[in-house]
């Protein structure tokens, strides 16, 4: 049964008897408050907030509906075959959004396709994404002077750490790669630290 009918028919169930037993408009008005507030919270926190990896999966999986979390867990679990089909339902979505290229690039960078790569990466608007993606794809060239240089420039640390475990990962030194990537996850919850663990499950389990 969909989880906001649920609550929906709660709030007027609360709601009931907050009427029936005569309890004060003031005190109702701050019970449903934080009844909104709680369920909110707990939309939210497998999204940003946890640091649990289990928790952020079960929450993928279970709205794989939703073309943008289909696209982040098939990506993440490396599934060909739901990667191509949560692309085609992503690009259906956002056809016309400024967030599609971050979608076209990461794709293409699945598919091995620098060269598609190359073309989304200078679609994307946004500096720090466009310079974060850019790097993956020097990575991916072997350009690693580069990609290191412009890695120092980027103003989220975590993205910083991601690069650097990538580019050391790449460059075999999986010593300095495992501590990167360990940082990274330090300052990310969330999507965002499940996404980095699973592309890095052969380095931290090793």
């Known amino acids: 049964m969909n989880r906001s009918f649920v609550f929906i028919v709660l709030i007027f169930l609360v709601s009931f008897i907050l009427a029936f037993f005569g309890v004060s408009v003031v005190i109702s008005f701050f019970i449903i408050i934080g009844m909104v507030a709680l369920y909110f919270f707990m939309l939210i926190s497998p999204v940003l907030l946890t640091n649990n990896i289990s928790v952020a999966e079960k929450f993928l999986k279970e709205n794989k509906s939703d073309p943008t979390y289909y696209f982040l867990y098939s ?37 091995g396709d620098l060269n598609g790569a190359r073309e989304y990466v200078d679609k994307i608007n946004q500096p720090v994404y466009r310079d974060y993606y850019y790097t993956s794809i020097l990575i991916e060239e072997e350009n690693f002077y580069k990609a290191r240089s412009i890695a120092e420039t980027l103003n989220k640390k975590w993205m910083k750490d991601t690069v650097l475990g990538e580019l050391y990962k790449k460059e075999g030194n999986l010593e300095l790669a495992t501590k990167y990537v360990k940082q990274a996850l330090k300052q990310t919850r969330g999507i965002q630290k499940y996404s980095i663990y699973k592309n890095f499950t052969d380095l931290l389990e090793r």
């Not at 990506?75 to 085609?88: G, R, S, Y």
């Not at 056809?95 to 598919?111: R, V």
Request: aromatic share 14%; charged share 30%; glycine share 0%.
């Open 75 to 111: 990506i993440a679990n490396k599934v060909d075959k739901e990667v191509d089909e949560a692309f085609a339902k992503v690009k259906e979505k956002y056809n016309n959004s400024s967030k599609l290229p971050i979608f076209q690039t990461t794709y293409a960078l699945y598919k």
